[in-house]
T-cell receptor, first 115, second 111 residues
Framework: DAGVIQSPRHEVTEMGQEVTLRCKPISGHNSLFWYRQTMMRGLELLIYFNNNVPIDDSGMPEDRFSAKMPNASFSTLKIQPSEPRDSAVYFC?????????????FGEGSRLTVL | QKEVEQNSGPLSVPEGAIASLNCTYSDRGSQSFFWYRQYSGKSPELIMFIYSNGDKEDGRFTAQLNKASQYVSLLIRDSQPSDSATYLCAVLSGGYNKLIFGAGTRLAVHP
């Protein structure tokens, strides 16, 4: 089975540009999470969806960040305009939500560098 | 105060020794706790979970939970160089498998 698929794996952009990160969850998983990881702040939960509906976006740092899940097999995280402090690894994770096992299946991450 | 706190390390232990990784959490109502391992440049993966006070053993790994002290630990016996990684403590916070992670402790096992 394919795991969680994220793209791009690496993105280098200049301050002020729009960045779109993409995620395809594991088929059949109905919860999807976006996390951001930095050395200073660790792994932070940004937003999560259940059955394509945003449940909690309290971790989204500011209005420059937005996330969508138009269907069960696709989600995007957009940053507009990007800033150097947004440089991080962004992970997408999915899990079945019918059992609270605490097991999240992570993608390989998208490493974002904003110059 | 962060919800989940860990010493960032690095924790350096010799091969064959016991590595002890610690974690504290702030929400006294938390019920479920998890340890994830993350190799450098890779994504986190679940290695242990614990729900009840006491010890839970799985091979060389033992998770320990003390809800009164709001303390979770992970012991790795007979540490191997392949155990060198960052270990993330996580707490289940609400439904839908929402996890809050600590910043992680980097473990280095040297031959």
């Amino acid at each position: 089975d394919a795991g969680v698929i994220q793209s791009p794996r690496h993105e280098v952009t200049e301050m002020g540009q729009e960045v779109t990160l993409r995620c395809k969850p594991i088929s059949g998983h109905n919860s999807l999470f976006w996390y951001r990881q930095t050395m200073m702040r660790g792994l932070e939960l940004l937003i999560y969806f259940n059955n394509n509906v945003p449940i909690d976006d309290s971790g989204m740092p500011e209005d420059r960040f937005s996330a969508k899940m138009p269907n069960a097999s696709f989600s995007t995280l957009k940053i507009q305009p990007s800033e150097p402090r947004d440089s991080a690894v962004y992970f997408c994770a999915s899990t079945p939500s019918d059992t609270n096992t605490g097991e999240l299946f992570f993608g390989e991450g998208s490493r974002l560098t904003v110059l | 105060q962060k919800e989940v706190e860990q010493n960032s390390g690095p924790l350096s232990v010799p091969e064959g020794a016991i590595a002890s990784l610690n974690c504290t959490y702030s929400d006294r109502g938390s019920q479920s706790f998890f340890w994830y391992r993350q190799y450098s440049g890779k994504s986190p993966e679940l290695i242990m979970f614990i729900y009840s006070n006491g010890d839970k053993e799985d091979g060389r790994f033992t998770a320990q939970l003390n809800k009164a002290s709001q303390y979770v630990s992970l012991l790795i016996r007979d540490s191997q160089p392949s155990d060198s990684a960052t270990y993330l403590c996580a707490v289940l916070s609400g439904g839908y498998n929402k996890l809050i992670f600590g910043a992680g402790t980097r473990l280095a096992v040297h031959p």
